[in-house]
């Protein structure tokens, strides 16, 4: 069983700069791949990014190349989002999830467990 909180979300204006953490409980989180999804109203939930269990690797959605970044502490229970150059079309709830998906995976149904999600709203 794996719990998890976000925290860090706000509102920023356009070409601003933000960083989300994922606290987790557990001992088994670092055999978690961690995932980054966000949902805008009335859009169904994406993927934004994801990081295998070792941290060694990374993939992102093509929407956030190159301005988000993902990273994590296994020794601290924590994941990362940070998030540049942001865009008034990256406003939405983010949440971060578990799982024991292929890193690669995008798949919101293949994470088990879920945060309650954090605001992020980009002001144009």
């Known amino acids: 069983q794996v719990q998890l909180v976000e925290s860090g979300g706000g509102l920023v204006q356009a070409g601003g700069s933000l960083r989300l953490s994922c606290a987790a409980s557990?001992?088994?989180?670092?055999?978690?791949?961690m995932g980054w999804f966000r949902q805008a109203p009335g859009q169904e939930r994406e993927f934004v990014a994801a990081?295998?269990?070792?941290?060694?690797?990374?993939y992102n959605a093509d929407a956030v190349k190159g301005r988000f970044t993902t990273s994590r502490n296994n020794a601290e229970n924590t994941v990362y989002l940070q998030m540049n150059s942001l865009k008034p079309e990256d406003t939405a709830v983010y949440y971060c999830?578990?799982?024991?998906?292929?890193?690669?995976?995008?798949?919101?149904?293949?994470?088990?467990?879920w945060g309650q999600g954090t605001q992020v709203t980009v002001s144009s």
């Open positions: 999830a578990a799982g024991r998906a292929h890193y690669r995976n995008t798949d919101p149904t293949k994470f088990d467990y």
């Open positions: 557990g001992r088994t989180f670092s055999t978690y791949t």
């Open positions: 990081i295998s269990w070792s941290a060694s690797l990374t």
